[in-house]
Structures are given as C-alpha cells and as structure tokens.
C-alpha cells in the first residue's frame, strides 16, 4: 500500500528558530514530492520536487528530496508567527494521483 | 485567472439528504481530484477525473458517493442519503497533468450534516 509518513506530528517553536519538516515515503510509480501548506483553508503549493539532492528554496523555506533513501525534508530559517499552520507532503504518483502524510502542525508563538 | 473555484464553501445537510459539491477547475485544466480532509486526519484521495471520464476511483466509498466531469460545466460530487460520519472538507484541486506541473486546490466545501 502506497503511504506517506510525516514527523514530527506537531511542533512549537518561538520566532526565529529554524525548524525541519520531515516526509518518508513507500510508493510505487512515484512522480514527484510536493510540500503544501494549509491554514484554515486551501492548501497552497510550496514545491514540488523531483531530483534527487537539489534543493528548492523560496525565501526562508527550502526543501530537498532524497529518492535513494526515500524521504524529503523542509525547512525553515528565522520563524515567524505567519508560518503557523499545516505543512502537508504529498507524493504524485504517475497518473496524477496525490497520496497525502498526516501533516505536521507548527505553531510558532512570539 | 481565478483559481479553481468550489461552491457552496459550507453546506449543512439533515441525515438523509443529499448533498452536491461543485468545483469549476482552473482554466485550461482539464484534470481534476477530489479529496476528503476528516477531522484530525490528512487529506485522502477519493476519485480522478477528466472530462466525461472517471480515471481512478480507487478512494471513493462503494455506495452513497458519486462523481462526474461533464464536457460543460464543472465537476459535482454527490453524496446520497448523508450520514453524520460524511462530515468533512472536501478539496478539489486541478491540473494539466502536464509532467512537472503541480495540482492547485480549491478552497474547499465544509459539508455539516446534522
């Protein structure tokens, strides 16, 4: 069974402090890995990654993927208050079919 | 562009009812999932489709739900006879599915049944 597993499951931090996200995944037919986040509404697309050990960044969040080892991680750098939310990872398999982790939930207080 | 756009955002239905979701893809997407987001669980795939096809429907419960992508309009999720376990978020989201595109989400319909 294709699954997707995600840790911490949630995660407090004070502002400023960096913070790794962490995805591990089993599937078949993989595609690509994407990172969304979701407030109290939508997810929204981070990235999407499907090379191995090339990081993605965008401002203070960057992501690497790792497909011999099977896992993909986000990070990130300087937190603020407006990073609190769901991080979700999810594997596109080839079809176009997006198999979801449980999300890791950061709250970053002040 | 506007976005994929899912109509009525919160929908309250009694037990028995039946509910309808819409969600109109982002223009030129003809590829469209709907995904079912429970309370304190992740988003679970239910049903793939494009137009006048159901592609995948691997996550979709074998009764009561039903889902279709006319060649107009946009895609409806259908839910007969609600039970109080239905209650969710459902997402839909669209894509190209060109490879190396991404698939964007909706904002979501909060079905409540009471």
């Known amino acids: 069974e294709d699954k997707v597993v995600q840790s911490p499951l949630s995660l407090v931090v004070h502002e400023g402090d960096t913070v790794t996200l962490n995805c591990s995944y089993e599937?078949?037919?993989?595609?690509?890995l994407l990172w969304y986040k979701q407030e109290k509404k939508a997810p929204t697309f981070l990235f999407m990654l499907?090379?191995?050990?090339i990081e993605k960044k965008s401002g203070r969040l960057s992501s690497i993927l790792d497909k011999k080892e099977l896992f993909s991680i986000l990070n990130i750098t300087a937190t603020q208050t407006g990073d609190s939310a769901i991080y979700l990872c999810?594997?596109?398999?080839?079809?176009?079919?997006?198999?979801f982790g449980q999300g890791t939930e950061l709250s970053v207080k002040p | 562009n506007a976005g994929v756009m899912q109509n009525p955002r919160h929908l309250v239905r009694r037990r028995g009812q039946e509910a309808r979701l819409r969600c109109s893809p982002m223009?030129?997407?003809?590829?469209v999932y709907w995904y079912r987001q429970l309370p304190e669980e992740g988003l679970k795939f239910m049903v793939y489709?494009?137009?006048?096809?159901?592609?995948?429907e691997s996550g979709m419960p074998k009764e009561r739900f039903s889902a279709e992508f006319p060649k107009e309009g946009p895609s409806i999720l259908r839910i007969q006879q609600v039970v109080r376990g239905d209650s969710a978020a459902y997402f839909c989201?669209?894509?190209?599915?060109?490879?190396?595109?991404?698939?964007?989400f909706g904002q979501g319909t909060r079905l409540t049944v009471v």
């Open positions: 999810a594997v596109e398999l080839d079809g176009g079919k997006l198999i």
């Open positions: 499907t090379s191995s050990g």
């Open positions: 489709l494009q137009k006048e096809n159901i592609i995948d």
């Open positions: 599937v078949t037919n993989f595609r690509s």
């Open positions: 223009k030129g997407h003809s590829h």
């Open positions: 989201a669209s894509s190209s599915n060109r490879v190396g595109t991404e698939a964007f």
